[in-house]
Each structure stands twice: as structure tokens, then as C-alpha cells.
């Protein structure tokens, strides 16, 4: 354990007051996951290397600190859209913060983002048609991290096709909010990852959650 993951994990179980463990699961949707429902779990699905240890433990350490995440408020919906929006919209406001904390360890993450999203992009653009109502505010989330997080260029080409510009536009404006609200500020940043919901119109179907009052 190299000292930039000692000093990560003895800061996440100070603030938790519990020890840190990881867990495998097979059916995964990424590499390693973070969630706030068991706030002490690091689950992987096969390999979990120190980088994305450390990722995943400064999504834990920002949940511990008071900073929100958005859930879904029917846990059990199928729509995998949804799931998505969820997640990416969680992790465009958490990687704003983390990404700076993880190139001074000597980390650079934003090749494994563009490979993330590319992947959708991919999806997307061969989607003649949107398949569902949460279509747009997906294409939105998706452009916000190719924007933001990734080394991709000409990012707003590739969203130029007519069925993929009103999600665009929503993505656009998703930008913004990040770039304002998402700072290492517990207050304003659930303020604004409660905007990005309302500007998706998601409250139906998100919730926002933080361990501690805000």
C-alpha cells in the first residue's frame, strides 16, 4: 500500500469512524464502485488496482464530509437510462472536486473517462430515435462529462446531429452549474446538484441524500 492510499483510506475512516473494506461483485456495471447506501464498502468486480481505490475511496470521503449524492427514488426501476443519469450526474459534480486531489497523487484519470464515454457517445449517436423521456437529460449528463472530465476533442461536433441537440443544450447548461456549484464547498455543491436534478426534471424520479444536514 503505497503512502498516497494509506493517507487517503486513514483520512475516509477518521471522518467515518469506521474501518474501510472492499467486496467483489461480478455484476458490476464499472470497474469499482462507491455507494452511499453502505458507506464503508468499496465494491470492485474483478481486480481493484490503487487507482481506482483511491477514486472510489474520495467519493467516500466527500459522502462522509457531507457532500450529496442523488439517488434513485424507486431503487428497484429497471430503466437503465435512468440509472445512468443517476450516476453520471453524481459523478460529473464528485469528479470536479476529486480529479485535482487525485493529479497531485500523481494520477491522472481522465484517459479511463474518455474511454467511459465514448462508449456512450457511441450509443447515442446511433440512436435514430430517442427511446424514452429520459433520453435528453441522459444525452445531457454524457455531454457534461465529455466536456469536463475527458481529453476528447471536438466534443461539440459530435453531439451535432439533430436528435442529439436538444439533450446538448440541457448539457450545456449542466456545465454551467457544475463550473459554479461544484467546488470543495459542502453547501454549494448540494445546492447545485439539486439544480442539475431540477434542470433535468428528474425530481419524479431522483432524490437528493447526505448523511448530515446541509
Request: aromatic fraction near 8%.
Amino acid at each position: 500500500m503505497t503512502p498516497g492510499l494509506m493517507r487517503v483510506l486513514h483520512d475516509v475512516e477518521a471522518l467515518a469512524k469506521e474501518e474501510m473494506y472492499a467486496m467483489q461483485r461480478s455484476d458490476l456495471f464499472g470497474n469499482c464502485v462507491f455507494d452511499p447506501l453502505t458507506p464503508t464498502v468499496i465494491r470492485y468486480r474483478s481486480i481493484l488496482t490503487e487507482e481506482c481505490c483511491i477514486h472510489e475511496l474520495l467519493h467516500a470521503k466527500l459522502w462522509h464530509s457531507g457532500f450529496g449524492f442523488l439517488r434513485l427514488r424507486n431503487p428497484y426501476d429497471p430503466n437503465e437510462s435512468l440509472r445512468h443519469i443517476a450516476s453520471m450526474l453524481n459523478g460529473t459534480f464528485h469528479h470536479a472536486i476529486i480529479f485535482p486531489k487525485l493529479l497531485d497523487l500523481g494520477i491522472d484519470p481522465k484517459e479511463n473517462e474518455s474511454r467511459g464515454v465514448r462508449s456512450f457517445l457511441a450509443k447515442l449517436i446511433t440512436t435514430s430515435e430517442p427511446q424514452d423521456s429520459f433520453f435528453n437529460p441522459l444525452v445531457a449528463v454524457v455531454y457534461s462529462r465529455a466536456k469536463l472530465e475527458t481529453t476528447l476533442s471536438q466534443i461539440d461536433e459530435e453531439f451535432a446531429s439533430e436528435h442529439l441537440r436538444p439533450g446538448k443544450q440541457l448539457g450545456i447548461q449542466l456545465v454551467a452549474i457544475v463550473d459554479k456549484y461544484a467546488i470543495d464547498d459542502q453547501r454549494s455543491f448540494n445546492e447545485g446538484l439539486r439544480k442539475a436534478m431540477v434542470l433535468l426534471q428528474m425530481q419524479s424520479f431522483l432524490q437528493f441524500g447526505a448523511p448530515t444536514p446541509t
